[in-house]
Structures are given as C-alpha cells and as structure tokens.
C-alpha cells in the first residue's frame, strides 16, 4: 500500500501548465459559448458540490452531515475530478493550514511568497490523526491511492463519449479554472479584503474571491468559526455553498 501520510501532488504542477495552456488557447481560438457554459457548469460540480461543500466543510470540518450517503461519495469523486487532489490529500492539507496558518508550517500562505501559492510544495508528513476517518473508508483511500489513474480514466471515458471538444470543455478546462480559482483564493483571502474577527492570523473577507469560488471568500468569517457550514456573517455576505448544504444536509 501506498504512504498514504504523505501528499500525493507529484503531477500537480504538470496539470496545472497543461490546463492552463488549454484555457488560454481556447480564448483565442473562440469556440461556441455553449461549451464555456457546460465548462462553468462542471466547475459547479468541481468547485462548489465537490471542494467547497465536500472537501471543506464536511470532510474537514464535520460542519454538517449529508442527508444521504451516497451524497457524500459523489460529491467527492466530483471534487477530485477537479484536479486539486483526492480528498484524503485535501483535507490533510487543509488541516495543515488551520494548524499553522500564516506561520511556519502553512501550506500556501502568500506570506511565504507568491510562488509558494502558484505552485506549492506539499512536503509535510500527514497527519493520520486528522484523516482517520477517510483512511479507513475503502472509497476515499482507493480515490487518494489511484488519484491520477481515475483522472485519466475519467478523461479517457469523456474523449471516448464525445471526442476532442467534451475532453477539453468538460474535463480539461474545468480543471484549470478549479486550480486558478484555488489559488486565488488561497493567496487573496490572507492578503486582500476586511476582518469582522481579529484572528491569529491574517484571514480576509473578500467580496469578489467569495463570487468566484461559491463563498469561500469570507476567510476571516470562517477562519473565526470553522465549524460553521454557512460563512455568511452579515446579510450583504451571500454564500451560496450554504445555500446548497440547506438543501443537502440532514
């Protein structure tokens, strides 16, 4: 069996240039807006069901329960898809930047340079203690320990159904918006915006990082109380990840 205590992030960066390079064509080469839309509809599935409700406030925090099981599975094989990693990684990482945040140990705090957000080095040992649960469930420890494998089945599945267009629109580009949209959240929640909370660390809430990635942007509301699932503290503080969690949970 695979170290599953360590972060399983070595092609990370090789997804990232490859997305990223795809996104940028695309522009350029301007394809039927139709496809855009069903790319911003996948990075729904990838970014707000799968990483922000799933990946965050369930599996890590334990803010709320899924209403059904298979909610849980589903929503977690849409956040892996993603291209950011599997949940166990996530989560260790996540864990790692509450633990230490804007100190040493801190994953991807900008304070430790804006490359170390573009593409961070995940090279900490994880801690089991805090993934116990996941490493003990066969469906979350088989999505880490052939993460890129079910990527490229997944890919390879999407060009086999629909050819060239549905691989790039649907697999590859929300990809790259999932990324790009993680790191700017990672590097502007510690650096940009305003504090309702005096925290430890350098949480922020912004405004336009929550638009863009289904109201993660209030950093400093949930870095002041984790464990709430709903990150909106005043009324002008729309998150609508919790929106969807009120229709989800149990």
Same mark, same amino acid.
């Given at each position: 069996?695979?170290?599953?205590?360590?972060?399983?992030?070595?092609?990370?960066p090789?997804?990232q240039?490859i997305?990223?390079?795809?996104i940028?064509?695309m522009?350029?080469?301007?394809?039927?807006?139709?496809?855009?839309l069903?790319?911003?509809g996948m990075?729904f599935l990838t970014g707000c069901?799968?990483i922000?409700?799933?990946?965050?406030?369930?599996?890590?925090?334990?803010?709320f329960?899924?209403?059904y099981?298979?909610?849980?599975?589903?929503f977690?094989?849409f956040g892996?898809?993603?291209g950011?990693?599997?949940s166990?990684?996530?989560?260790?990482v996540?864990?790692?930047?509450?633990?230490?945040s804007?100190?040493?140990?801190?994953?991807?705090?900008?304070?430790?340079g =804006?490359?170390?957000? +573009?593409?961070?080095? &995940?090279?900490?040992e994880?801690?089991?203690?805090? @993934?116990?649960?996941l *490493?003990?469930?066969k469906f979350?420890?088989?999505l880490?320990?052939?993460?890129?494998?079910? =990527?490229?089945?997944? +890919?390879?599945?999407? &060009?086999?159904i629909?050819?060239?267009n549905v691989? @790039?629109?649907?697999? *590859?580009?929300?990809m790259g918006?999932?990324?790009?949209t993680?790191?700017?959240?990672?590097y502007?929640?510690?650096?940009w915006?305003?504090?309702?909370?005096?925290?430890k660390?350098d949480?922020?809430n912004t405004?336009?990082l929550a638009?863009?990635?289904?109201?993660e942007?209030?950093h400093?509301?949930?870095?002041a109380?984790?464990g709430?699932?709903?990150?909106?503290?005043?009324?002008?503080e729309l998150?609508?990840?919790a929106?969807v969690?009120k229709?989800?949970?149990a």
């Amino acid at each position: 069996m695979k170290d599953v205590f360590r972060a399983n992030t070595m092609y990370f960066p090789y997804i990232q240039a490859i997305a990223t390079a795809l996104i940028i064509y695309m522009l350029f080469a301007a394809p039927a807006a139709e496809w855009w839309l069903i790319s911003f509809g996948m990075y729904f599935l990838t970014g707000c069901l799968g990483i922000t409700i799933t990946f965050h406030r369930h599996l890590t925090h334990g803010s709320f329960k899924f209403r059904y099981k298979w909610m849980e599975y589903l929503f977690t094989f849409f956040g892996a898809i993603g291209g950011t990693g599997s949940s166990i990684g996530w989560v260790a990482v996540h864990n790692e930047h509450h633990k230490n945040s804007d100190a040493d140990g801190d994953p991807h705090s900008p304070h430790n340079g =804006l490359w170390n957000v +573009l593409i961070p080095k &995940y090279d900490f040992e994880m801690n089991k203690w805090a @993934v116990r649960r996941l *490493i003990t469930n066969k469906f979350h420890l088989a999505l880490h320990n052939y993460y890129y494998l079910i =990527l490229l089945v997944w +890919l390879t599945v999407l &060009y086999t159904i629909g050819g060239i267009n549905v691989l @790039v629109f649907v697999g *590859i580009i929300p990809m790259g918006i999932q990324i790009w949209t993680s790191v700017l959240s990672n590097y502007g929640n510690h650096m940009w915006g305003y504090r309702n909370y005096e925290t430890k660390e350098d949480s922020r809430n912004t405004w336009w990082l929550a638009a863009i990635t289904w109201g993660e942007g209030w950093h400093n509301n949930h870095h002041a109380k984790p464990g709430r699932w709903n990150f909106q503290h005043k009324w002008w503080e729309l998150d609508p990840s919790a929106w969807v969690i009120k229709l989800v949970k149990a």
